[in-house]
T-cell receptor, first 114, second 109 residues
């Protein structure tokens, strides 16, 4: 069966510090991968998605970046965090070409920038 | 912009029925999703509608009217564990999901 795991679950970082959130998927090949941010009272915001190794699409210009060094690994990074980067970050995967486009989410990473 | 609306919060009684509405406006549509999200956890898939009508899955049902840009999630025989946020999302012409802010459902004994 397929599983998705992201870490760390909780992170408290000072403004200006770097960030690295990692996500891995197991039990499937060439998944579509996504990074979302969820702010209180707002819908999930798509940050990045990837359809293959090294292929990253950015949906929202900001100080975050994403990389996909391996087929089932997706990393969200920042060189210098801002206060506004605080939020709940979710990694997700989907089956390419799926009829339903169902997303399978990781456990989430709660980032607090102080 | 991306227009999708659902109530912020609803309250219902254990054992009762509740309907959570979702309205959207889009020129390109490829389906409507409902996800459940317990506090502090990741969303989990509940339902997908691409054609008009009602899809029933146990205690949960989801309805879609494409002409009205309207969907609802119906929860029957409510249990305390149904207390969660319910997220509505439509898939646009680029096959990207556009999410509502979620409806927090509070179940009272």
């Amino acid at each position: 069966s397929q599983t998705i795991h992201q870490w760390p679950a909780t992170l408290v970082q000072p403004v200006g510090s770097p960030l690295s959130l990692e996500c891995t998927v197991e039990g499937t090949s060439n998944p579509n991968l996504y990074w979302y941010r969820q702010a209180a009272g707002r819908g999930l915001q798509l940050l990045f998605y990837s359809v293959g190794i090294g292929q990253i699409s950015s949906e929202v210009p900001q100080n975050l970046s994403a990389s996909r060094p391996q087929d089932r690994q997706f990393i969200l990074s920042s060189k210098k965090l801002l206060l506004s980067d605080s939020g709940f970050y979710l990694c997700a995967w989907s089956v390419p070409g799926s009829d339903t486009g169902e997303l399978f989410f990781g456990e989430g990473s709660r980032l607090t920038v102080l | 912009g991306q227009n999708i609306d659902q109530p912020t919060e609803m309250t219902a009684t254990e054992g009762a029925i509740v309907q959570i509405n979702c309205t959207y406006q889009t020129s390109g549509f490829n389906g409507l999703f409902w996800y459940q999200q317990h506090a502090g956890e990741a969303p989990t898939f509940l339902s997908y509608n691409v054609l008009d009508g009602l899809e029933e899955k146990g205690r949960f049902s989801s309805f879609l009217s494409r002409s009205k840009g309207y969907s609802y999630l119906l929860l029957k025989e409510l249990q305390m564990k149904d207390s969660a946020s319910y997220l509505c999302a439509y898939m646009d012409s680029n096959y990207q999901l556009i999410w509502g802010a979620g409806t927090k459902l509070i179940i009272k004994p």
